[in-house]
């Protein structure tokens, strides 16, 4: 696996503009010492290891679109759009409800979606968030209104449970962003506008985080070892490898910004503090910039860039001329990033004639 220069596609004809965001978690809080199936000598290390204190876990009838639905509904609060209103819905996850229909269409159904917008997931493991913020902004110029695009997963239901390799670290979760185009940068937050993104994938390095049974290779009905249909990862290499395609992407977007002191902010796929904090001291960037939820979420797959980047929206507006750097990475292994920028003065602009959820889980938004 070696380090190239990123692939940088610049939006300029039709700028995309970030209306809202939301995000939603289970309510059951799972402490490490609740882990209570591995040796109490070996809890401690979690958080020495990674910094989680504690994840959420989704219950047995908690879906992974029931949670998208929730985000979902918290960020259309937010924007103030009706469902009605939507051009599209994509969902990016590697933890589908059923193999067959796409989440995204019972995300649809849900929310009451008009026919005239389209429904369908994308997945790139822990990337698949920005991969599908990157195909909603391609297809902004053929939709009929804004788009919603949701990182969600219930990765844990995905785990073996005694698994310490692995079970400790996850967590379940949705967030979800709505973006619309010129028509909408009236409403957008911060006054936001995608400006650039980055999209890599190193397929030699498929094996290091895989299910490796359960799929057309190797069905769960001639599957002979259970452990083989839970998820498994070799940490070292994850580690590496995250640390050296996150510092690549920060350096290129942080230039694209216009330098360090340009950098609001740095939000990260939430895996382990040692990844956001090599990653951060690689780059440059002070390690103050970059957001941390892991401690209370664990790593949420999809969904964390997007529960992190709604935790700062709702902290308040990004000064003007400010970047916020977004970046994630995973299986595949697959990488992603995008630089938005504020206010949408400072975008390039395309020609001008051209409430919360009775649910299983907790909801917020910005």
């Known amino acids: 696996m070696q380090s190239q220069s990123p692939s940088v596609q610049r939006h300029t004809s039709a700028p995309a503009y970030i209306l809202a965001t939301g995000h939603a978690v289970p309510n059951r809080v799972v402490a490490n010492a609740d882990l209570t199936q591995f040796p109490a000598a070996m809890l401690p290390m979690i958080a020495v290891k990674t910094g989680i204190r504690e994840r959420r876990h989704a219950d047995a009838e908690t879906a992974t679109s029931d949670l998208a639905i929730a985000a979902a509904r918290r960020c259309l609060e937010r924007a103030g759009i009706s469902a009605s209103a939507l051009g599209g819905i994509v969902v990016g996850s590697c933890c589908a409800d059923k193999i067959i229909p796409p989440t995204a269409a019972i995300v649809h159904d849900a ?42 997963d219930t990765t844990t239901k995905l785990m073996n449970p005694k698994d310490f390799s692995s079970y400790p670290y996850f967590g379940d979760g949705a967030g979800a962003v709505l973006i619309g185009g010129a028509a909408h940068a009236d409403k957008a937050w911060a006054r936001a506008c995608v400006d650039e993104t980055i999209l890599g994938c190193d397929g030699s390095g498929q094996h290091v985080i895989e299910i490796p049974a359960g799929g057309t290779r190797e069905p769960s009905t001639t599957c002979t070892d259970p452990k083989r249909l839970y998820f498994r990862m070799e940490g070292k290499k994850v580690l590496e490898f995250a640390i050296d395609k996150g510092a690549m992407m920060i350096e290129a977007l942080t230039a694209m910004a216009g330098g360090r002191e340009r950098v609001h902010a740095a939000v990260l796929h939430q895996a382990n503090i040692n990844i956001i904090y090599g990653i951060a001291d690689r780059s ?83």
């Open 111 to 152: 929310l009451k979606a008009p026919t005239s917008a389209f429904a369908f997931d994308l997945a790139a493991v822990c990337s698949s968030a920005l991969y599908a913020l990157t195909a909603a902004i391609g297809m902004l110029p053929i939709a009929k209104g804004p788009l919603l695009v949701i990182g969600a």
């Open 284 to 366: 440059g960037l002070s390690r103050e910039r970059f957001p941390v939820n892991l401690d209370r979420y664990g790593n949420t797959g999809a969904a964390g860039v997007f529960i992190a980047l709604d935790e700062l929206a709702r902290g308040g507006p990004v000064p003007a001329g400010q970047s916020v750097l977004l970046a994630v990475f995973g299986g595949g292994l697959a990488w992603a990033g995008c630089r938005f920028i504020a206010p949408h003065d400072a975008c390039p602009r395309a020609d001008a004639s051209a409430s919360p959820v009775a649910d299983p889980t907790t909801t917020q938004g910005a």
